[in-house]
């Protein structure tokens, strides 16, 4: 049985911060830190060793994991504790507050995406997908995590051109590639 649900932000959402470019990361750093950045991006799309994209990607995630406050990377790193514990409840604790006193931290957000995902609650997962995005389009950890909601809900095609957006941003990242090509089977099989 397949479970569908509206995410009424979603189509609108597509239509247009799914248009990844090049644009600089909305988070608190330095001012060096986001041409580094755009490196670190400009590297892992043309990289083909999928060992050594995955340390471009590592390095990428290490950036984001810096928000710049000594008080926030310690609640994260709170959070992540009690996420590894399955303690998702302390988790959003501490990540609704990395949340209030940093609302343009994209990792926060994202942090929380992944706890309301793991708790199946898909709505607030977007939700909190969407602000991500807004705030680090590139950010290929929350567009797969959108395209495998989307794939969840039934919303096949959908999943597939966000499963693609992840791809333009890291190219040999191959859950997304498993992904998209299971996804377009099973959508070119539809049409038969």
């Given at each position: ?6 995410f ?11 248009a ?46 810096d928000?710049?406050s ?8 709170w ?11 302390v ?18 957000w994202?942090?929380r ?5 793991m ?8 939700t909190d ?31 597939l ?8 941003v ?23």
């Amino acid at each position: 049985m397949r479970i569908f649900v509206v995410f009424p932000l979603i189509p609108l959402y597509l239509a247009g911060a799914l248009a990844v470019h090049a644009a600089p990361a909305a988070q608190i750093g330095a001012e060096e830190e986001p041409s580094r950045l755009d490196t670190l991006f400009s590297e892992l799309k043309r990289e083909r060793n999928e060992k050594a994209a995955e340390r471009i990607a590592r390095q990428i995630g290490a950036h984001w994991m810096d928000s710049g406050s000594a008080s926030v990377d310690l609640m994260m790193q709170w959070a992540n504790k009690a996420i590894s514990d399955k303690k998702f409840d302390v988790a959003l604790d501490f990540l609704d507050q990395v949340i209030v006193l940093q609302p343009g931290y994209a990792e926060g957000w994202n942090r929380r995406a992944t706890v309301h995902f793991m708790m199946e609650n898909y709505a607030k997962s977007m939700t909190d997908i969407a602000q991500t995005l807004a705030l680090e389009p590139r950010h290929f950890g929350a567009l797969a995590g959108m395209a495998g909601i989307l794939k969840a809900t039934g919303r096949e095609q959908e999943a597939l051109d966000v499963y693609q957006s992840a791809l333009d941003v890291y190219p040999m990242l191959r859950d997304a590639q498993s992904e998209l090509v299971e996804l377009a089977d099973e959508l070119a099989g539809e049409g038969i």
